[in-house]
């Protein structure tokens, strides 16, 4: 089983990944999560200032910056990603979060459908705070699509690639509900402990829900569904889910 991380300077644990994000972080005995959505995306670097503010008015350093919900206005090439990764870790290594190729910052990055913005940016954004109610856990997982993790192009390891089949599609989303699971096993939660669930797909998965959403208790607070694509090219179907105490939207 993968070790959790330790991320002291933001008083959180997460589950190592590539360079560009972790898996999902869970907050320290004694702390918490908060999560804040903008109204409306706001771009990439206008959005780190943002929340720089944010996490100076909330009196907490800026490592207490421990996952996001990016927007962006179209699935990327592999290489498009890979260099847009890098701007986004750069930041986060002037901020002395990221270090030696390790990020501790959970991540989601998907593409709207409809009105995607001009140019990439952040939706939602979590920190940590002290708690004051230290009974439930606090966490987020990344977003994850139908792809494996591991070396090599995006390319080689989705699952049934192109088959939006309705069998094609159930393939993929028990592929991503399993690795969901994965993941919040190994932060020691599950979805009994979530406060909420995302989606991302353009293709019908209606079908899905009763069988392979509900049979797992993935949607006992309901499903909050983005008609959305996964960030790379050849992806088609995502999931996130968090566990919060507490939720703000500013704009």
Request: include cysteine; glycine fraction near 10%.
């Amino acid at each position: 089983m993968t070790a959790l991380g330790n991320f002291t300077a933001g008083s959180y644990r997460f589950i190592p990944g590539p360079f560009q994000y972790s898996a999902g972080v869970v907050a320290d005995s004694g702390f918490a999560i908060e999560r804040v959505r903008f109204r409306r995306p706001v771009p990439l670097a206008a959005g780190f200032a943002r929340i720089d503010a944010h996490l100076a008015a909330r009196g907490r350093p800026l490592t207490a910056f421990c996952a996001c919900e990016l927007r962006s206005p179209a699935p990327f090439s592999e290489d498009g990603f890979t260099a847009f990764n890098r701007i986004y870790v750069g930041t986060l290594e002037r901020w002395g979060v990221v270090k030696d190729e390790i990020n501790p910052v959970a991540r989601s990055n998907v593409c709207p459908a409809h009105a995607p913005p001009p140019e990439p940016g952040f939706h939602a954004f979590a920190y940590t705070v002290p708690a004051t109610d230290g009974s439930r856990p606090s966490f987020i997982t990344a977003g994850n699509a139908e792809a494996a993790e591991g070396p090599g192009p995006y390319r080689d390891r989705i699952v049934r690639p192109g088959d939006v089949s309705p069998d094609g599609l159930r393939a993929k989303a028990r592929f991503v509900l399993i690795e969901q699971e994965r993941r919040m096993a190994l932060l020691g939660v599950g979805w009994s402990d979530t406060t909420a669930t995302q989606l991302y797909t353009v293709y019908d998965a209606h079908a899905l829900i009763a069988d392979e959403f509900a049979m797992r208790g993935a949607i006992e607070l309901g499903l909050t569904w983005h008609f959305a694509r996964p960030p790379v090219a050849g992806l088609d179907f995502e999931m996130d889910a968090r566990g919060v105490v507490r939720e703000f939207v500013i704009d």
